[in-house]
């Protein structure tokens, strides 16, 4: 069984900073591509920044320029580092992951982390 845990959320000023982090765990054979999703009160769910095998990073346009994903193959992690954080940018975040074991390809998505950006 996979599970995929969140943290590093938590409440913090326009303009500053937080470094979230989503550590898989269980019987994994390989990591192929993780991100992030995140959802605020009556939006629909969309996707922040996604990560390959290879390290290759995409961005949504909103956070392009302030966000950094990044991951640890041999922690089985990603992180997002999120820096100057707008007040547009809460939300829980989400991460997920798709994992490979044998031949099947199967997709993980965490509890979620609340990020909170007061004004």
């Known amino acids: 069984q996979v599970q995929l845990v969140e943290s590093g959320g938590g409440l913090v000023q326009a303009g500053g900073s937080l470094r979230l982090s989503c550590a898989a765990s269980?019987?994994?054979?390989?990591?192929?591509?993780m991100g992030w999703a995140r959802q605020a009160p009556g939006k629909q769910r969309e996707l922040v920044a996604g990560?390959?095998?290879?390290?290759?990073?995409n961005y949504a346009d909103s956070v392009k320029g302030r966000f950094t994903i990044s991951r640890d193959n041999a922690k089985n992690t990603v992180y997002l580092q999120m820096n100057s954080l707008k007040t547009e940018d809460t939300a829980v975040y989400y991460c997920?992951?798709?994992?490979?074991?044998?031949?099947?390809?199967?997709?993980?998505w965490g509890q979620g982390t609340q990020v909170t950006v007061s004004s």
């Open positions: 990560i390959s095998s290879g390290g290759t990073p």
């Open positions: 269980g019987k994994i054979f390989s990591i192929n591509n």
């Open positions: 997920y992951s798709n994992i490979l074991r044998g031949t099947t390809m199967t997709g993980y």
